[in-house]
């Protein structure tokens, strides 16, 4: 039962350097999603995937970019990390994006700090 | 503009107890809330939810209710366990157009003690 998988769990950057946060889900689901968590805050949507082949901004997607490599899998790129990038990211999916009664899965994050 | 409050950033019961968690929206059309439950180091979980067009929703120990007039929904967990002691998240959705968005509280620390 893996569910949803992200990977690395922990990383530390240096202001400018980029990275990519990977995540890969085997529930067969159409949507996905990433999120940031930030001390005192709610989650907050970067951009999400509504089904293979497209992707949309969230709420906070500047300095982000995504790809959706397939059915699977969802990336998250940071081209020139900045400290305000520090933060717990988390991907997540669902079977069907607007569906009334959709309920997200999300992986375990991942702890970025920008240096 | 917070759309979705969760006024209370901590809450501690004894076991056995009864655990309220209190949320408050202030969009109108949101027409679906959730609940989610995280644990340290782990992604949040879904917990519960319910539909505008209920009151009440139950699911063994947890119960959400809605008071739409108020904007209001709480979580009533019973009997508390340690076991609770987790962030609880309120979020909230309007089904209708095409965003779908999915809108966050800032989360309830429960704190259960034995």
């Known amino acids: 039962n893996a569910g949803v998988t992200q990977t690395p769990k922990f990383q530390v950057l240096k202001t400018g350097q980029s990275m990519t946060l990977q995540c890969a889900q085997d529930?067969?689901?159409?949507?996905m999603y990433w999120y940031r968590q930030d001390p005192g805050m709610g989650l907050r949507l970067i951009y999400y995937?509504?089904?293979?082949?497209?992707?949309d901004k969230g709420e906070v997607p500047n300095g982000y970019n995504v790809s959706r490599l397939n059915k699977r899998e969802f990336s998250l790129r940071l081209e020139s990390a900045a400290p305000s990038q520090t933060s717990v990211y988390f991907c997540?999916?669902?079977?069907?994006?607007?569906?009334?009664?959709?309920?997200?899965?999300f992986g375990s994050g991942t702890q970025l700090s920008v240096l | 503009d917070q759309q979705v409050k969760q006024n209370s950033p901590s809450l501690s019961v004894q076991e056995g107890r009864i655990s309220i968690l209190n949320c408050d929206y202030t969009?109108?059309?949101?027409?679906?809330f959730l609940w989610y439950k995280k644990y340290p180091a782990e992604g949040p979980t879904f917990l519960i939810s319910?539909?505008?067009?209920?009151d009440k929703n139950e699911d063994g120990r947890f119960t959400v209710f809605l008071n739409k007039s108020a904007k209001h929904l709480s979580l009533h967990i019973v009997p508390s366990q340690p076991g609770d002691s987790a962030v609880y998240f309120c979020?909230?959705?309007?089904?209708?157009?095409?965003?779908?968005?999915?809108?966050f509280g800032k989360g309830t620390l429960l704190t259960v003690n034995p």
């Open positions: 529930m067969n689901h159409n949507s």
């Open positions: 969009n109108s059309m949101f027409d679906y």
């Open positions: 319910i539909s505008s067009i209920k």
């Open positions: 979020a909230a959705k309007w089904s209708g157009g095409s965003n779908y968005k999915l809108t």
């Open positions: 997540a999916s669902s079977e069907l994006r607007g569906a009334t009664n959709e309920k997200l899965f």
């Open positions: 995937s509504a089904s293979e082949g497209t992707t």
